[in-house]
């Protein structure tokens, strides 16, 4: 059975940082592309940023570009999303996915930018 399983959100004042992290487990994770995605009440999921499975490839959203990273451990079977400068506009629940032929989605972490 596949999981992935988010951790790493809360709350955070405009400006802070905040990792979060997602392990994966019951896939080959090294053959998973792996994103980040965000969703806030009423709006669409919407993609954060893409690493590919050799993690030299990334792709990011235009509003989170030189502030957030991707990066991914295959050794641990986890993907990582750095989030520097935070906004609260960047205020969402944040979800991890992997995708290779069939796609997984983990359960999502809350991200919460307010003073």
């Known amino acids: 059975q596949v999981q992935l399983v988010e951790s790493g959100g809360g709350l955070i004042q405009p400006g802070g940082s905040l990792r979060l992290s997602c392990a994966a487990s019951?896939?080959?994770?090294?053959?998973?592309?792996m994103s980040w995605y965000r969703q806030v009440p009423g709006k669409e999921r919407e993609l954060v940023a893409r690493?590919?499975?050799?993690?030299?490839?990334?792709n990011y959203a235009d509003s989170v570009k030189g502030r957030f990273t991707i990066s991914r451990d295959n050794a641990k079977n986890t993907v990582y999303l750095q989030m520097n400068s935070l906004k609260p506009e960047d205020t969402a629940v944040y979800y991890c996915?992997?995708?290779?032929?069939?796609?997984?989605w983990g359960q999502g972490t809350q991200v919460t930018v307010s003073s």
């Open positions: 996915q992997a995708r290779w032929f069939s796609t997984y």
């Open positions: 690493m590919a499975t050799a993690g030299n490839s990334t």
């Open positions: 019951g896939l080959t994770f090294s053959r998973y592309a």
